[in-house]
Nanobody
Framework: VQLQASGGGLVQAGGSLRLSCLAS????????MGWYRQAPGKQRELVAV???????NYADFVKGRFTISRDNAKNTVYLQMNSLKPEDTAVYYC???????????????WGQGTQVTVSS
């Protein structure tokens, strides 16, 4: 299973970016998909997660600014980021819990990360 994240970049404070993450490979089903971020010198933290039925959960620091969504037919998760702040600067990683063909358990998989830099 591979997760390919894209959409990061440099943006001014107050701007917007949309991240995408495509899951491919030996995939029978995906349960939760999510976005995490890691800033320099800090631990990786949850940004948002979405279940297969569309239920969402957000970290307090992005509520009202970020929106997570997914396209189950395309095995893709998105993160729309609005009103970006300099403190949102981090490497953003996507995550998916995948049930492989002929498998019995969902396993977590990570994307390679995409850099988001917000200038003040």
């Amino acid at each position: 299973v591979q997760l390919q994240a894209s959409g990061g970049g440099l943006v001014q404070a107050g701007g917007s970016l949309r991240l995408s993450c495509l899951a491919s490979g030996n995939i029978f089903s995906i349960s939760d998909m999510g976005w995490y971020r890691q800033a320099p010198g800090k631990q990786r933290e949850l940004v948002a997660v979405i279940s297969s039925d569309g239920s969402t959960n957000y970290a307090d620091f992005v509520k009202g600014r970020f929106t997570i969504s997914r396209d189950n037919a395309k095995n893709t998760v998105y993160l729309q980021m609005n009103s970006l702040k300099p403190e949102d600067t981090a490497v953003y990683y996507c995550n998916a819990d995948v049930l492989p063909y002929s498998g019995s358990y969902y396993y977590p998989h990570w994307g390679q990360g995409t850099q988001v830099t917000v200038s003040s």
